[in-house]
């Protein structure tokens, strides 16, 4: 018969209770001596074999098995694309302006229909974009209370974490998954309650009383008050006056199914890069807009892009693969990459109104508006 089925519930817990399991060993919670109340056992949980130092809480992130997949050569960028963008015209510059302005409630329209555009100045720039797909895992034992569930600890020796099935979500999309591992269930008692079911009511501090909130607990008022009766005390309503309440941890099923839970989570690691342009755009700007899409590729790896016009691209390719790669790959494992270059329209636009010199950008595929230094920024009556 399987040991933990054996146990009872509403006995003391000794000190060898729990033996160790092949590959588990050390896996033990931080406390010492007889636990504290709402702190396991420091014996309560026992030692599985490939979960060594796993501990209430967590035992930090598992290292991943090595790819079976053999390395690839570094990948050419695309062949002959088109770099070009449709310049924009004056038209179009204009359109996008007035469009901007009205979208400021206190922004005067005057130097959109008064004003003369004298020149335009293209400015595109390329930004490259890393994803990095992974998959990591963790474990920490974990308890809930007992519902029947068979303890199947030592049945058969339990999968190794990155052995233990998990449904990942769609690529490139951030999820959590939370795993009980099969054959690491024991049943324990309640180390919060030690198998009574019940606790003391903190609110009252097990008295089933408080302090009458009609006189504050003046007992000897005169007359005396109605609602104590002048005992100054009123009955407990967390504990409806017993003094003990249900106990929070095992819900008063008086024991607890312990057992080591893995944590899986696939994480979309995302990084950009621009080429800078010395237009006078501020950079964070782009990050909310869309370019053209020169060059987009998805494999286990990447691996750095070679043969485009500008070599910063090729540059922050090899960098952030590299980075990456040694960041991601020692605790998580790497499933996919994306590497995409864009092409971001940016057009200078220089004008004048009113014999003054002022500059606006037209950005981005949405053809966004940026124009610090607009003359008319408020244009509200004060009566």
């Known amino acids: ?35 504290p109340v709402m702190a396991p056992q ?10 060594e130092g796993t501990v209430p809480g967590g035992g930090g992130f598992l290292p991943p098995p090595m790819p079976m997949e053999p390395v690839a050569p570094p990948q050419p960028g695309p062949e002959n694309p088109e770099w070009s963008i449709p310049s924009l015209s004056e038209d179009e510059a204009r359109t996008a302006f007035k469009e901007f302005v009205s979208s400021h409630c206190c922004y005067g329209d005057a130097p959109v229909t ?24 963790s474990t920490e034992w974990a308890h809930k209370p007992h519902e029947g569930e068979p303890a199947d600890f030592y049945a058969q020796p339990a999968p190794r974490p990155w052995e233990v099935q998990a449904t990942p979500p769609k690529l490139f999309s951030d999820h959590t998954e939370k795993v009980r591992v099969p054959y690491t269930s024991s049943v324990k008692e309640c180390h919060t309650c030690h198998a009574a079911g019940t606790e003391q009511c903190r609110e009252c501090s097990g008295s089933g009383k408080k302090t009458c909130p009609v ?45 080591i839970e893995l944590k ?13 342009q010395s237009c006078g755009l501020k950079s964070d700007k782009l990050s909310s807009v869309k370019g053209k899409e020169l060059f987009k590729n998805s ?55 009113k ?15 940026s124009a610090d230094d607009y003359p008319v920024t408020c244009c509200c009556i004060i009566l």
């Open 114 to 137: 008064q004003g003369v555009i004298t020149s335009m100045e293209p400015f595109n720039t390329f930004r490259y974009r890393l994803e990095t797909f992974t998959e990591s895992r």
């Open 355 to 369: 014999d003054k010199s002022y500059v606006y950008y037209v950005y981005g595929n949405e053809r966004k508006v």
């Open 264 to 276: 899986v989570e696939w994480k979309n690691h995302v990084e950009a890069h621009l080429v800078e």
């Open 215 to 259: 006189c504050n607990g003046a007992a000897k008022s005169d007359p005396a008050c109605t609602h104590c009766n002048g005992t100054g005390k009123d009955r407990c309503t967390k504990c409806d006056g017993r003094g003990k309440k249900q106990c929070e941890t095992c819900k008063g099923k008086r024991q607890l199914l312990t057992y």
């Open 1 to 35: 018969m399987n040991s933990a089925a054996a146990y009872s519930p509403l006995m003391p817990t000794s000190a060898n209770t729990f033996s160790s399991v092949p590959f588990y060993e050390g896996n033990v919670s931080a406390g010492a001596m007889y636990p």
């Open 299 to 353: 494999q286990n790896l990447a691996y750095p892009l070679l043969g485009f016009p500008n070599p910063a691209v090729s540059q922050a390719s090899e960098r952030l693969i590299k980075e990456h790669q040694t960041k991601n790959g020692q605790t998580s494992r790497i499933l996919q990459q994306r590497q995409t270059v864009e092409l971001i329209p940016i057009t200078q636009v220089n004008y004048k109104w």
């Open 42 to 51: 420091a014996n309560m949980f026992g030692n599985v074999p490939g979960y």
